[in-house]
């Protein structure tokens, strides 16, 4: 099936430092992606998309890089804080039926 | 607006005893999703619906069954619990978009139900 992939499953930077979180996937056909946040004991709670029309979409402190060539995206955070430390799950669309979930990539924010 | 809400948060039950989770959503979504997450492991789509009165298999449907008899609501039942159902059990809902940018969007979810088969 379909699968979703993190180079790096933990992530450690210093508060005020900039994170990059990475994510391969393999479905070509996608048409949509979604960076979620998920703190401990939550749900997973929306934090960024975009469509693949696009490679590039920007937030507040974060941005979303799409790379349809090689089939990668990025979660960016500027100035990461002590409240960003959490486990990051990247999405895909599937056939615009569900989501295919990575499994995470759990951020952590030293002091 | 409640957004999703799961019922009940906690649960613990015995060896081949059966339970049903309840899933709500006020947002008029048309999707709606059950997963579950392990340890140290992304979200596992069980089953989903892509409307009121349909239901599709997931990654992982075995041992479990669903019905979305109203739109606003997903269950997820379990007929004879096992120790490998032993997990935290994720609703989701998300709205369908038209034109230009067709296609399903951002999935809500909801805060979870913590189950525990002995």
């Known amino acids: 099936g379909e699968s979703v992939g993190l180079h790096l499953p933990t992530l450690s930077v210093q508060e005020g430092d900039n994170s990059i979180i990475n994510c391969a996937y393999s479905?070509?056909?996608?048409?949509?992606f979604i960076w979620y946040k998920q703190e401990s004991g939550k749900g997973p709670q929306f934090i960024i998309d975009?469509?693949?029309?696009?490679d590039k979409r920007q937030g507040q402190r974060v941005t979303v890089l799409l790379n349809k060539t090689v089939k990668h995206l990025s979660l960016q955070i500027a100035a990461t804080q002590p409240g960003d430390s959490a486990v990051y799950f990247c999405?895909?669309?599937?056939?615009?039926?569900?989501?295919?979930f990575g499994p995470g990539t759990r951020l952590s924010v030293l002091p | 607006n409640a957004g999703v809400t799961q019922t009940p948060k906690f649960r613990v039950l015995k060896t081949g005893q059966s339970m049903t989770l309840l899933c709500a959503q006020d947002?008029?979504?048309?999707?709606m999703y059950w997963y579950r997450q392990d340890p140290g492991m992304g979200l596992r789509l069980i089953h989903y619906?892509?409307?009121?009165?349909?239901?599709a298999k997931g990654e992982v449907p075995d041992g479990y069954n669903v019905s979305r008899l109203k739109k606003q609501n997903f269950l997820l039942g379990l007929e004879s619990a096992a120790p490998s159902q032993t997990s935290v059990y994720f609703c989701?809902?998300?709205?369908?978009?038209?034109?230009?940018?067709?296609?399903?969007?951002?999935?809500?979810f909801g805060p979870g139900t913590r189950l525990t088969v002995l």
């Open positions: 989701a809902s998300s709205y369908l978009v038209s034109g230009r940018a067709a296609g399903i969007n951002e999935q809500f």
């Open positions: 479905n070509s056909a996608s048409d949509y």
């Open positions: 975009i469509r693949s029309n696009m």
């Open positions: 999405a895909f669309d599937n056939y615009g039926q569900n989501f295919v």
């Open positions: 947002m008029n979504h048309e999707y």
């Open positions: 619906s892509v409307g009121e009165g349909t239901t």
